[in-house]
């Protein structure tokens, strides 16, 4: 049946391998389960129309066993009330009824392989959404984690480059500084020599007035001795 192909990939399909080859595993599997969810309803319903059309032909099946032994029957019977004829009916009905027996044997093998294969179909597939759901949050805390380290690394790679940055603005800075005192020795060095004389003179002026306050004082003195 067309629909056994369409899954045969997903019967042999391996989760883990799958996964490893992701990019992104929290996407992947998010897209698995939705797949896997919508097969199977697909599966389901094909499986359950298997199953009923090898039920079907059970019953065919066991009803034609049955009429066979009737017509065994019938014929023994003709043949004890001595009627050949009619035993001989019973008997063409009876080699009829086996062929058709033949038929709906091969036919029933057929909807068993069927049914089979479906039901295994569909119980690989429950099992596969409870794996993946179940695996779904870890898989996604994971994935978490691993991008949260990525943007830390990123960051940390970011905070080298700056303190690369914060080391060459300091010796931008202490050249920059031997630039500032040169150029304050070389104004110290060009500026015009001070003349000192008058602030000498001022010394020499204050001195000369404290000794005539002086001798005065000594004056006041000897005139109140007098």
């Not at 080859?21 to 797949?35: D, H, S």
Request: proline share 1%; hydrophobic share 40%; with cysteine.
């Amino acid at each position: 049946m067309s629909i056994l192909g369409r899954f045969k990939d997903i019967m042999a399909s391996n989760i883990n391998a799958l996964l490893d080859k992701a990019e992104n595993p929290e996407k992947m599997i998010n897209q698995y389960l939705r797949n896997v969810n919508s097969d199977l309803g697909k599966v389901k319903a094909e499986t359950a129309s298997v199953m009923a059309e090898e039920q079907r032909i059970k019953r065919e099946l066991n009803d034609c066993r049955a009429e066979i032994e009737r017509m065994e029957r019938y014929a023994m019977k003709a043949l004890e009330a001595g009627n050949e004829a009619d035993a001989r009916t019973f008997l063409e009905r009876k080699t009829t009824l086996e062929a058709k027996l033949t038929e709906l044997e091969t036919s029933f093998q057929l909807a068993s392989s069927n049914a089979s294969q479906m039901k295994k179909m569909h119980d690989k597939l429950v099992t596969d959404i409870e794996e993946l759901e179940a695996r779904r949050n870890m898989i996604k805390a994971k994935w978490a984690a691993a991008k949260t380290q990525k943007r830390m690394n990123e960051i940390g790679s970011s905070a080298a480059d700056t303190n690369r940055s914060m080391s060459a603005f300091g010796r931008m800075e202490v050249k920059v500084n031997r630039a500032l005192d040169e150029a304050n020795a070389m104004a110290e060095l060009n500026a015009a020599p001070k003349d000192n004389i008058e602030d000498l003179a001022v010394k020499y002026d204050s001195g000369g007035n404290v000794d005539d306050a002086l001798a005065a004082l000594k004056a006041k003195i000897a005139n109140k001795e007098s």
